[in-house]
């Protein structure tokens, strides 16, 4: 489009003006339909720079609590050929939390994701209190679902404690697996360092619940089984959804518009630089 004041110009100037305006408008069009990522270093990103981080550290959290308080307690069975194979109700779901630590790792960098691990662990730490204090109330005397209620948010203070031990530790893996198979990778082969982090992650989560939890109280060789069958079938899951990581990761990488790599983040959990 030429504005009136461009109809004032000489033909040739006109049509100068008017093969610029074409060259902007495609150019544009093309950014609009393959924007650039911008490689920026993690510790330049500012804390409130993000469209969608917020939204994804509430899905985060959001799975994490479910998959811990529904999921948690029931036992399920599938019939396997005619064995009943019998697992945690929660592990279906409880992965699908390492997969958005991998896109969170991925899209904001550590930074942003240690800051996500910890708000999942307060929220961990107060949902163990809120059932232990709400079920430790008397019950009023014509309710009857006290021993249904005990049942489902009972918890034994040992599976808590190695539950939210356990999380912590192995998020913290698996995010600073990810972050450093990035920079090795610069950036190439999503799906390498999305299972490799998971891999060595739920080995460091398995490794530490599994034993608090019910060592001595299930037979040593219970607890191995159990512990090696259920990190098989985490990074089982992590392998299904990586289809899906890729498109979250791609679609959250165009709206954001940058390419994080932690090249020079401090990766102690403890730290509070860069988020």
């Known amino acids: 489009m030429l504005y009136p004041a461009e109809l004032r110009v000489p033909g040739a100037s006109l049509a100068r003006i008017a093969a ?3 060259r902007y408008h495609n150019a544009v069009m093309q950014e609009a339909a393959d924007p650039v990522l911008h490689r920026v270093e993690a510790s330049a990103v500012p804390e409130r720079g993000f469209r969608h981080f917020d939204l994804v550290m509430a899905a985060f959290v959001t799975i994490l609590l479910l998959s811990n308080i529904i999921g948690a307690g029931k036992v399920a069975a599938i019939d396997i050929a005619g064995t009943p194979f ?3 109700a929660g592990i279906l779901f409880f992965p699908v939390s390492y997969v958005i630590g991998d896109v ?7 930074a942003h994701a240690r800051r996500c691990i910890w708000v ?3 929220a961990l730490l ?8 709400v079920v430790a109330m008397p019950p009023a005397a014509d309710w009857t679902g006290q021993g ?9 203070p040992r599976i808590v404690f190695a539950s939210i031990a356990a999380f912590w530790a192995g998020e913290f893996v698996n995010a600073y697996v990810l972050a450093r198979m990035k920079v090795w990778t610069d950036g190439k082969a999503l799906w390498t360092r999305t299972i490799g982090s998971t891999v060595v992650g739920q080995a460091v989560d398995s490794a530490i619940f599994y034993p608090l939890a019910f060592l ?8 191995v089984t159990v512990m090696v069958t259920n990190w098989a079938m985490k990074v089982a899951w992590e392998v299904v959804l990586t289809p899906l990581t890729y498109i979250v990761v791609g679609w959250l990488k165009r709206r954001e518009g940058v390419e994080i790599f932690d090249t020079a983040t401090d990766f102690s959990p403890f730290s509070n630089k860069g988020a």
Do not use: C, D, I
Not at 104 to 110: D, F, Q
Not at 148 to 156: L, P, S, T
């Open 120 to 122: 999942g662990f307060a």
């Open 126 to 133: 107060f949902m163990a209190f809120m059932s232990w204090a």
């Open 104 to 110: 969170l790792t991925e899209v904001y960098g550590y």
């Open 148 to 156: 249904a209620y005990e049942a489902v948010f009972g918890q034994v």
């Open 86 to 88: 019998v697992f945690g």
């Open 20 to 22: 610029k305006r074409n």
């Open 216 to 223: 001595y109280v299930w037979p040593t060789q219970q607890v």
